[in-house]
């Protein structure tokens, strides 16, 4: 009988990463309790989009997106427990007879497979996701925190200054899931006018930036009266105690090191604006 492959040995095979990319991921894993798909994001060498068309090639299983948009029954959803979806970042999509279609993070998770297919007798269908879709549908269907209309959504305005056009792209891609109306610019000088002729509810800005750079940005948005009240979140590469600490310190509301894992991006988004504004938009 062959041996399936691991997780990390499938990606190397994909051409995705490379042998020591891994050997490195793996050292930087021991311990942690952290999943190697997340510990490779947070070293930036691939993308949860490259895990999951990786993973959807490599075993013939569908990919599906925009959960979150799609309505599910009640009883679709008490298939799968809010603490199980969570954990196991899956999501319950559809039922046909006795399939089951499952939106999975990890379509290698076997244990979850045959524990749903034994006590829901039912054939599990893996259908492969990103951790940030299943998120998003879990927060919109389980917890109901989208309750608000998507008008409300697209109200609140995010900008989002980053000089590389990847991480800009990255968190752009994130957020315009969630509705939010977005700006963005590449460099701090563009990030002040942005920020004082559209007077967003958060910034988001990297901390070295040409032209101006994310200090210089912050100390201006602060000390304008229209805008000194929006939170400012930094984004840095340098992920240490001291940084992080050193920017809280100046006024930053909150703080993400690069790269940025979609999820924590969205979680201190939706944070801030509940801190700042409340739970309801305010009226300009």
């Known amino acids: 009988m062959q041996k399936r492959k691991r997780f990390g040995e499938i990606l190397v095979d994909a051409k995705v990463l490379s042998p020591n990319d891994l050997a490195a991921a793996l050292e930087k894993q021991r311990g942690t309790g952290k999943e190697l798909g997340q510990v490779l994001e947070e070293m930036g060498v691939v993308t949860e989009q490259n895990i999951a068309a990786t993973l959807a090639r490599q075993f013939g299983y569908k990919t599906v997106s925009n959960i979150a948009r799609a309505s599910f029954s009640g009883e679709l959803l008490g298939l799968v427990d809010v603490d199980t979806a969570t954990r196991r970042r899956i999501f319950p999509l559809k039922r046909e007879s006795n399939i089951l279609y499952l939106a999975m993070v990890n379509p290698l998770d076997m244990e979850i ?31 109901k925190l989208a309750e608000t209309s998507s008008d409300q959504d697209e109200w609140w305005k995010v900008l989002v200054v980053d000089d590389q056009d990847l991480v800009r792209s990255a968190a752009l891609a994130a957020l315009r899931k969630e509705g939010y109306t977005l700006f963005d610019a590449a460099n701090g000088a563009d990030g002040l006018k942005m920020a004082m002729q559209h007077k967003p509810h958060v910034v988001i800005a990297d901390t070295v930036m040409p032209r101006m750079d994310g200090y210089e940005m912050f100390r201006a948005i602060k000390s304008n009266a229209q805008i000194r009240h929006v939170p400012v979140i930094a984004l840095s590469s340098k992920s240490t105690a001291e940084e992080e600490a050193q920017l809280l310190d100046m006024g930053y509301f909150d703080f993400i090191a690069k790269p940025i894992n979609p999820v924590r991006l969205l979680a201190r988004i939706r944070h801030a604006l509940r801190l700042t504004y409340g739970e309801k938009p305010p009226s300009d």
């Open 113 to 143: 497979i045959d524990n749903l297919s034994f006590s829901k007798n039912l054939r599990v269908v893996p259908c492969v996701t990103t951790p940030t879709e299943i998120q998003a549908a879990i927060n919109r269907h389980y917890h």
